[in-house]
Every structure is written in C-alpha cells, then in structure tokens.
C-alpha cells in the first residue's frame, strides 16, 4: 500500500520548491482549499488527510502507532520521503503545528521553514505554564464528541449532497468534508489535547513562523509566544483573524503572511 | 379583534416569541442578537446578550467544538445542522440543546452573521446518551460474552480430551492388570509370580502417574491454577535426587550435570522437581540415544536458571508453538509414552512461581530452560 494513497496525497502546482499543508483536528486537508490554490503558480503544493481523516485509508488506522504526535509525524516524514521534499516549506494548522515540528526534528532535510497557524505545545495548564485548559474539560469534550457523531455516516452524506447553497461543491466532494470514523475521532482529539511537545521546541532548526489569531480559544496569545520563544529561528504574527481557524475564516491574511515569510 | 394582541402575520412577535431559540452572530463571534424564547432559557434579560460572545455561553468542551467542526464546516459549506450543543444558562447551569446554523452573505460572499437556531432538549439528549452509553455497555457485554464463549469452547475441547484420553490411555496399563491377574492364577512357580507382580506394579505405577497428571490438568485449567506450597529450599539436593532417579531408571543413558547453585531457592520443591523430572525425562525418550543428556542449573543474583539440554533432531518450528499445549503429543509417540501432559504441567508449574519455560532447538541441540526471578520469589 503506497504512502500516497494511505493519506491521500494530492500535488498540484508548479514550481522547483514544495509546499506541504497538514490538517489539524476535526477536519481534513479542505481546511486548506481557501490558501493552498494561490501558492500554485509558485510552488509544487503537498496537500493529505491524516490517517482517519477525510479520505485516508481507514483500514491503515493503527490504535498504537497514531496514540502519539510522533505516529502522525512519521507519516509526514514518510510522504515527503516518498515526494523526494528536500528544504521544502510545512504549513500545519493547529495539532498538525507539532506534528511538522516532530517531523522537521525526525529528518532536518525536509524542510527548510515551518509555519506553524494556531500552534499550542501543549493544551492542558501545567504549574505555571497556561496551556488553557483543565484535564476535565478535555474529558468533558471527549464525552461531547461522541453525542455529536451519533449517525455521522449516514448524517454527513446526504447533508454534503443535497447542498442547496453551494452547488460549486460537486459530487466529488460528497461524504469527504471534515469526514471522520468517530473512534478515531475520539482517540484523535486525546492525543492532540494530552499531548505534550514542549521540549521539542528547542530541537527546530528550520526557520520558523509562528501565525497567532486574536481571540483563539484553542491556542491563546501566551500559548503561540510560548512557541516563539522556545523555537530559535523563530518569529510570531498575530492575525487580525479571530477564531482559530484563519485558514478558512481570513485566507487572505494568512496567504499574505506566508508569501512574505517565503 | 384586540390590537393589543399580536397578529399571525407580526414576525417581530414570530422572531421574539418563536417555539425556538434564535441567535444571530457577527463575523467576530459576538452576538447581535438573539429572540426572548432564548433569553428566557438561558435567565437572561434580552438586553443583555447583544455584544457577549457565542463561547460565554458554551462550556469548554461546547467551544472547542464550535472551533474545531461547526465554524470549518459553516465556512466550507455555509451551513451545519443537526448538532448537540450545551448553552449556560446565567447560573451556570447548563440547557443541553439540538442546533441547526446557517450562515448569512452579501452577494460579494462577504460573511453578515451566522444564524442559529437552537431547540431545547434536555429529555432527547438524555435519552441519547443513554443510548450512547447503552451501546457502549452492549460492546463491552459482547467482548465479555466472546471471550467466555472461547474460554467456554476451549474447555470443552480439553473436557472431550480429557475422555478420550482416559478411556485409551489408561485401557493399556489395565489390561495387562487385568491379564497379570488370570495369569498369577495359573504360575507355578514364585518367580513367575513375582515377575508378574513386578509388571503388574509398574502397570500401576503408569495409572497412577497418569491420573496425578490429569489432576494437575484439571487443577490447572479448569480450576484457579496449579497449587504450590513455597519454602525456602535448598535446591541442590532435590535436583540431585530426580537425576538419581532417572539415572536408575535408564541406566544406559548419560547425564551431565553442572550446578552452581549459590543461593537457596523460594519454591514448591516437590513442584519443582515434578517439572525438572518432566524436563529430564522428555530429553531422555526423545534426545539422541547415544549422547547424553546435559542439566545445568544455577541460582544467583536474582534467577533461578534450570536448563536441560539433548541431541537428536530438532523440534519444527510448528510443533514448538503446541509443545506447551495440554495433550500435544510428537508424531513418533510409541505406547509406552504419557498423556502429553508433562510440558504443559511443567509450564503451570514455572508460571505458579512466576516464570516460565523458554524452548530453543536446533539440529545441535534441543534446550529447555525454566527462569524464575529469585528476589520477589525469596521474600515470603
């Protein structure tokens, strides 16, 4: 079974350098389908599903290998590996901000800068670090989840299908939006929250850019400093963006900020 | 008609009064405005909620949610339905309800507000975590329910072994009982008498081993495991004493043995010389006849290391995985031979103290080595 189709990898674009764009947690790789296309006159773009989101190879779902950041980061270190990447650019938005540092640490060939969109080393407060949130709150969200993917199957496809508003999104894309297995889900959503890549940070040695939202719940201001101050090569822009999803909220912001970084 | 009450047709009084929740949002995730049925859910006066932001009024876990799938997918798709969703209330309580959220764009796709639609539903979601939570339960009743069925399915296999064995097994020995007793009636002399008591004695010596070891069976399986009774024992002599044993059983064959034994031993010694004489006695009937068996034994640090080594052909790597099994016979088994109960009695018997037996064989030699750690064994 070949990387490419296990994660669904999908090159488009033109141009010598790569660009590599990972998905965080609760969607899939068309997180990216606001930004990716305007770096394809420039750039070869890299886009996948992680294994148990969007049209990955579910059957490639290995409870073991995906119980820490390090499963997923070898999967990137895979796919560039199999695309022959070298001193390529990695855009991981939110969970997937620490999966492209591991893997940048795991083979420093890859990848020559990271942009990190929504980055958090680690969610749950610990003494005097503020992750911004408590152990219980992410057990309560865990518990959520699984009320909300109650008939996610036969829910989701009619619902993408039936599209009355936008009917731009064709039959290809039915059943493939922010599409997950919800045991996968579930353990997905603990390793992203429980995770905790702190001293990872201090291994980068690619150049860095750190994109930080005003009014990011998931990943606040202190979190996204904290990352810039830990990563040497690294400098922080915070987004006139809200949310913690610029990616899809504020496009352009974020398009503008990565060209200028690269 | 009063003019003081409101007409079907006033959706001012539709919107403010609606069977439903409404709740508008700004781009920024403030709200702008929201119907007094909503209000009056959540215990706020109306006027209040214009200008707070939609996550005020969601736990943690509701937040998270709304970031990481409910504002993708509005974006991607400009609407998200069917979601559970928990709003606080103005005491902190919390009203679990059903939302439905669309969003609202100029023509130049410029995002206006998100509208959402929220229906209280503290019974339905009850009942569906209940669900939930049933299915959960009826997945861990099943795995229970397969893994006592197998257990189930095994005993019975071994139960219909059991039979089997004891109906052949133990036919032989009896019968040449049985045929030693009609021909005691007819000897002449004591000699011929006592050569049939001898044989009839060994029959009964067979009978009664193999009845012990089908005991240790149902012991081991069926019950809470092989008993042991631990002491403090002084190893050597006991290991001493199965050679002799053997040794005088089969005179003709060599064994070798290298003890360095420094250290006494926390065990069963009756255990531990039942397994080490099934050891020594199944590397005498199936080593190479002509090389001799070889024992090395040593008790230091933190392990007790009991090895018995023999020549001759190797076990394939198939019948190794079964050796242990309770019945597993080699192909060449002749009459004479045990229940095949001897490995698996022997494995019970290092797993009652902790340790196990490892087998390594090769055209060089075959090896079986018990280990048990000596230091959680040596305490009492």
């Known amino acids: ?181 919800p045991a996968i889900a579930k353990e997905f959503a603990r390793v992203t929250f429980l995770s905790d890549n702190r001293a990872d940070l201090a291994k980068v040695k690619a150049r860095t850019l750190i994109l930080q939202c005003s009014e990011d719940i998931i990943a606040g201001q202190q979190v996204g400093a904290y990352v810039q101050r830990n990563i040497p090569n690294s400098k922080m822009v915070v987004l006139k963006a809200t949310g913690h999803c610029p990616n899809l909220s504020a496009p352009d912001e974020v398009v503008a900020a990565i060209r200028d970084f690269v | 008609m009063n003019n003081n009450h409101p007409a079907d047709s006033d959706f001012e009084d539709l919107y403010e009064n609606a069977p439903c929740g409404y709740l508008s949002v700004r781009p920024d995730g403030r709200i702008d405005r929201a119907n007094r049925t909503l209000a009056d859910w959540i215990g706020y006066p109306p006027d209040d909620l214009p200008g707070m932001r939609l ?113 052949h097994d133990l036919r032989n020995p009896l019968a040449s009982i049985a045929a030693g007793a009609r021909l005691m009636l007819k000897t002449k002399t004591p000699e011929d008498a006592l050569r049939l008591e001898a044989m009839m004695q060994s029959s009964v010596g067979r009978m009664a081993k193999m009845i012990e070891s089908v005991m240790d069976l149902a012991r081991g399986r069926l019950g809470g495991g092989i008993s042991v009774s631990k002491a403090i024992t002084a190893i050597e002599p006991v290991l001493d004493q199965v050679v002799a044993e053997l040794s005088a059983a089969h005179p003709e064959r060599g064994i070798e043995t290298h003890f360095e034994l420094e250290t006494p031993v926390f065990c069963d010694p009756a255990r531990v010389a039942q397994l080490f004489s099934n050891l020594l006695g199944n590397a005498i009937s199936h080593g190479a006849p002509d090389l001799p068996v070889r024992v090395e034994a040593s008790a230091k640090a933190e392990m007790f290391e009991l090895s018995v080594a023999n020549a001759g052909a190797a076990i394939p790597e198939e019948a190794r995985k079964r050796l242990f099994q309770p019945f597993y016979r080699g192909k060449a088994h002749g009459p004479a031979q045990g229940l095949g109960l001897g490995l698996y009695i022997a494995a019970e018997i290092a797993k009652a103290h902790g340790g196990s037996i490892d087998v390594a064989s090769s055209e060089a030699e075959t090896r079986f080595t018990f280990r048990m750690p000596l230091e959680g064994a040596l305490r009492p």
């Open chain 1, 1 to 181: 079974m070949s990387v490419e189709f296990r994660n669904n990898v999908q090159v488009r674009g033109r141009g010598e350098r790569a660009m590599m764009f990972a998905h965080g947690f609760g969607c899939d790789q068309n997180m990216w389908r606001f930004v990716a296309p305007a770096f394809e006159a420039d750039f070869a773009t890299v886009l996948f599903d992680h294994v148990g989101a969007g049209r990955s190879d579910l059957t490639a779902y290995d409870r073991g290998k995906y119980s820490t950041l390090s499963g997923y980061a070898d999967d990137v270190v895979e796919i560039g590996r199999s695309l022959r990447l070298k001193d390529a650019v990695f855009v991981g938005h939110s969970v997937s901000a620490m999966i492209g540092v591991l893997a940048a640490i795991k083979d420093p060939t890859l990848f020559e800068r990271l942009v990190l969109v929504g980055p958090s080393a680690r969610y749950i407060d610990d003494g005097d670090y503020v992750g911004g949130f408590s152990a219980q709150q992410i057990e309560e969200l865990l518990s959520f989840l699984e009320e909300n993917h109650m008939g996610w199957s036969a829910q989701m496809a009619p619902a993408i299908m039936g599209n009355p508003e936008r009917p731009e999104l064709g039959e290809e894309l039915t059943n493939s939006f922010c599409r997950t297995d």
């Open chain 2, 55 to 167: 996550s005020d009024l969601l736990n943690m876990a509701g937040r998270i949610f709304l970031e990481t799938h409910v504002a993708p997918l509005l974006r991607m798709q400009g609407f998200f339905d069917e979601f559970a969703i928990d709003l606080l209330t103005k005491t902190g309580t919390r009203l679990p309800a059903i939302a439905n959220a669309r969003e609202r764009r100029t023509d130049a796709d410029a995002l206006l507000f998100t509208r959402l639609t929220i229906m209280r539903a503290t019974d339905r979601r009850r009942y569906e975590r209940g669900l939930i939570d049933a299915r959960k339960e009826s997945d861990e009743l099943k795995t229970a329910l397969e893994e006592r069925l197998r257990q189930e399915r095994e005993n019975a296999e071994l139960r219909e072994q059991f039979i089997a064995v004891l109906g």
